[in-house]
T-cell receptor, first 111, second 114 residues
């Protein structure tokens, strides 16, 4: 099935470091969502974006809706061990109801 | 405030059988979407229900069908199960009547086909 390109695929970082990941699409989206999924659980919504250029924060997390409307970025500042998990982006085009998900970024934090 | 709840949490079936998965949306939500998540991949959209009708469908065969009840809860039915149907099935709910309302997920049903 269709999936968005997410990078990096996985990353190991030291506790306290900042993390950046991004998601790209060949289509123009009008909504971007970012989720975190822990093993055995469903995705948990982190941030929702609805306008090109929009920058939204949720604690140590900041996400941006790319100006081209074909990409989105997620930053995590001062990472902690509980940030471990898989981060998914999801986008939706105008006139549809389905979200297309990215391939995921697996984050591992070294204490 | 109850979140999205799904049942059962785990299920084991054999090829050719049929299965029904259930979902209760987050309190106040009126729209339910179903996704299939294979191991190591992102969720794939199956279909969405609103006002008891299938509003949009993803690229899944007719063996996958659903239903939404007047209380907004939903069921996903899969007939003639194949080994490839083994996956985590996720339900997400949202509120169509309100603008810019994101979808929230339940913890899923892990379906294993033997």
């Amino acid at each position: 099935g269709q999936q968005l390109n997410q990078s990096p695929q996985s990353m190991f970082i030291q506790e306290g470091e900042d993390v950046s990941m991004n998601c790209t699409s060949s289509s123009i989206f009008n909504t971007w969502l970012w989720y975190k999924q822990d093993p055995g659980e469903g995705p948990v919504l982190l941030i929702a974006l609805y306008k090109a250029g929009e920058l939204t924060s949720n604690g140590r997390l900041t996400a941006q809706f790319g100006i081209t409307r074909k990409d989105s970025f997620l930053n995590i500042s001062a990472s902690i061990p509980s940030d471990v998990g898989i981060y998914f982006c999801a986008g939706r085009t105008s006139g549809t109801y389905k979200y297309i998900f990215g391939t995921g970024t697996r984050l591992k934090v070294l204490a | 405030d109850a979140g999205v709840t799904q049942s059962p949490t785990h299920l084991i079936k054999t090829r050719g059988q049929q299965v029904t998965l259930r979902c209760s949306p987050k309190s106040g939500h009126d729209t339910v979407s179903w996704y299939q998540q294979a191991l190591g991949q992102g969720p794939q959209f199956i279909f969405q229900y609103y006002e008891e009708e299938e509003r949009q469908r993803g690229n899944f065969p007719d063996r996958f069908s659903g239903h939404q009840f007047p209380n907004y809860s939903s069921e996903l039915n899969v007939n003639a199960l194949l080994l490839g149907d083994s996956a985590l099935y996720l339900c997400a709910s949202s509120l169509t009547r309100a603008r810019n309302q994101p979808q929230h997920f339940g913890d899923g049903t892990r379906l294993s086909i033997l």
